[in-house]
Nanobody
């Protein structure tokens, strides 16, 4: 079945930047409403950023002004640009997205990716 796949995580120094991507595993699908979440060791998963259908975005207070969510023009990939990263940003980042199949105006379903690790060193 179709899956959501995150990529772009890695190890970065404090103050550095990373760009995460989220896409459907099959090219025939596009992404509708979506949100980025993260989960640090020993902590509950938390909301990071979201994209609405009209293109507007929302951010948690902890990342506001540093992170930017965006969508590709073809609607098949979503990004999270993370700037001025801090050690506190270290977590597994997850993409939660509605997927739409070609010739359908209703979502195939709501999907969670496997996550991508972001580690920020001091």
């Amino acid at each position: 079945q179709v899956q959501v796949v995150e990529s772009g995580g890695g190890l970065v120094q404090a103050g550095g930047s990373l760009r995460l991507s989220c896409a459907a595993s099959e090219d025939s699908f596009t992404i509708g409403v979506m949100a980025w979440y993260r989960q640090a060791p020993g902590k509950q998963r938390e909301f990071v950023a979201g994209l609405e259908a009209d293109g507007s975005s929302d951010y948690s207070d902890s990342v506001k002004g540093r992170f930017t969510a965006s969508r590709s023009n073809t609607m098949n990939k979503v990004y999270l640009q993370m700037n001025n990263l801090e050690p506190e940003d270290t977590a597994v980042y997850y993409c939660n997205a509605e997927l739409y199949q070609a010739d359908r105006d209703y979502p195939k379903g709501d999907y969670w990716g496997q996550g991508t690790q972001v580690t920020v060193s001091s």
